[in-house]
C-alpha cells in the first residue's frame, strides 16, 4: 500500500513508532517519514481509523507543542471531527476538568423498563449534567468523581502548578483518563538524542469495569491503546477499590506508593545509563542476539531456520538503523535493537484477528514482550 504524507505533522526526528505510540499508534497506523513528519499506509477513503469506534476516544485535550495524537494527526489528514482538541499549554487541575469536558456521576436505582419494578441490588451510573447512562453497579459501589481524581493527583505531588498533559474518556464516558508531567523523573540517555518524558497517569471507571488507579509510565495516553500499554508498563502503580470510602487514608497511602515509584524511576535511569556507557563488540551482539532467539536440535530444521533469520535480520537492523547511531555498540543499543525489530522489523498476521491487533498484542502482552524481557537480561549479564 502506498504511503500518504501527513500534512502539517511535525514530529522529533529521533522519535520513532515505538518510542512514541501516541503519535504513531500501537497497531502501525502512522510511521516516521525520517526528516521530521510522518507518513499514513492508511487508505484515504478509511475515515473509520480516526473515529471513536476505533480509538474508544468521545472526547479529552493534549498539548499540541508535544505532538498530535495519531487519531487527531489521521483526522486532519481525512477531514474527519478531531476526538481531543489541543489546550494550548499546560493546564492546571482545574483548567484540566474544564478543557477534558469532566463531569459528576450519580447513582440511581434500576428499574424495568415496562412496569417500573426495582431490580434488586443493580443501580445505574449517570452522567449528573446529561442524564446518559454510564453503566450497571452493585449496592457497595461508589463513584470516584472525576474532580476528585484531579485533586488527588495534586495531592499527591503538593502543587497547583500547571502541569496536566493529556485527558480522555472512553467508551462513551464510562472510564476517564488523566496525566501530568513529571519533569523531575524525565529519562535521558547518554548517547540517545530521544528523551523519556515521565508522567503520572490517573483512572477511573463509572461502570464498574475497572478500579480506580495511579500509575507512574513513561507513555503519553492519547486512547485505550496507549492507555493499556502505559498501565501495562508502568514503572508503578496504586489502585483503589470503589467501595472504599476513606480518602484521606487513600491519599497517605497512594503517596508512600508514589514515592516508592520515585525510587524506581531512579533506578531505571541508572540502568539505562549503565547500558548506555557499557562497550560491546559485534561478537557479543551476536551471541545476545543468538541466545535471545535460542534453538536446540529437537526444534528441527525448519524451526532453527526460522530462528537463525531473526538473528541475522536483527544484527543487519542493529548495524544500519539510523535509530541506533550514538548508542551503537553498547547495551543500550543492543537492546533497542531487539525492540526495534520486534516492534517494526517482523510481519504478523492474524487468520481470524485483524493483523494490527495481533501485532499489538503480541509486542504488548504476547511473545514480543517475551523476546524483549529475555535480550534486557542477557544484556544485563553480559555488561556486569
Not at 472526547?59 to 481531543?84: C, I, K, Q
Not at 501530568?180 to 469495569?209: C, F, I, Q, W
Amino acid at each position: 500500500m502506498a504511503k500518504v504524507k501527513v500534512k502539517g505533522a511535525v514530529v522529533p526526528k529521533e522519535a520513532t513508532a515505538a518510542s512514541r505510540p501516541d503519535l504513531f499508534g500501537t497497531r502501525g497506523q502512522l510511521t516516521p517519514d525520517g526528516d521530521g513528519g510522518m507518513d499514513s499506509r492508511m487508505l484515504i477513503d478509511k475515515p473509520e481509523y480516526a473515529t471513536p469506534e476505533v480509538s474508544q476516544v468521545s472526547d479529552g485535550f493534549y498539548v499540541g507543542d508535544r505532538g498530535l495524537p495519531w487519531h487527531v494527526a489521521l483526522s486532519r489528514m481525512l477531514n474527519t471531527p478531531e476526538l481531543m482538541k489541543d489546550a494550548g499549554r499546560l493546564l492546571t487541575g482545574d483548567e484540566a476538568f474544564v478543557a477534558a469536558g469532566a463531569f459528576d456521576v450519580d447513582v440511581v436505582n434500576m428499574v424495568t423498563a415496562d412496569g417500573g419494578f426495582l431490580v434488586p441490588n443493580k443501580y445505574a451510573t449517570v452522567r449528573r449534567d446529561t442524564g446518559a447512562p454510564l453503566g450497571v453497579v452493585g449496592r457497595t459501589w461508589k463513584p470516584f468523581q472525576e474532580r476528585d481524581l484531579i485533586a488527588f493527583c495534586d495531592e499527591l505531588v503538593k502543587s497547583n502548578e500547571a502541569k496536566y498533559e493529556t485527558a480522555v474518556h472512553l467508551y462513551g464516558g464510562s472510564q476517564f483518563l488523566i496525566s501530568m508531567e513529571l519533569d523531575h523523573l524525565d529519562l535521558t540517555v547518554p548517547g540517545d538524542p530521544s528523551n523519556l518524558k515521565t508522567y503520572l497517569l490517573a483512572r477511573t471507571s463509572h461502570d464498574g469495569s475497572t478500579k480506580t488507579g495511579f500509575y507512574i509510565t513513561t507513555v503519553r495516553v492519547v486512547c485505550k491503546n496507549t492507555g493499556d500499554l502505559a498501565m501495562k508498563g508502568a514503572l508503578s502503580e496504586y489502585t483503589i477499590r470503589h467501595n472504599v470510602v476513606d480518602p484521606g487514608a487513600r491519599v497517605a497511602a497512594a503517596a508512600e506508593a508514589l514515592q516508592i515509584a520515585f525510587a524506581g524511576a531512579d533506578r531505571v535511569k541508572a540502568l539505562t545509563s549503565h547500558l548506555a556507557m557499557a562497550k560491546l563488540v559485534d561478537a557479543q551482539v551476536y551471541d545476545i542476539l543468538k541466545a535471545t532467539w535460542p534453538v536446540t536440535t529437537s526444534d528441527g530444521e525448519a524451526a532453527t531456520d526460522k530462528q537463525s533469520r531473526h538473528v541475522d535480520r536483527a544484527f543487519e537492523l542493529y548495524e544500519s538503523s539510523p535509530n541506533l547511531d550514538g548508542i551503537r555498540g553498547t547495551g543500550w543499543g543492543v537492546y533497542n535493537a531487539v525492540t526495534e525489530y520486534v516492534d517494526h522489523g517482523l510481519t504478523y498476521r492474524g487468520r481470524n484477528y485483524d493483523a494490527g491487533d495481533v501485532r499489538a498484542d503480541t509486542i504488548l502482552f504476547l511473545g514480543g514482550h517475551d523476546t524483549k524481557e529475555r535480550a534486557l537480561k542477557l544484556v544485563l549479564a553480559a555488561t556486569k
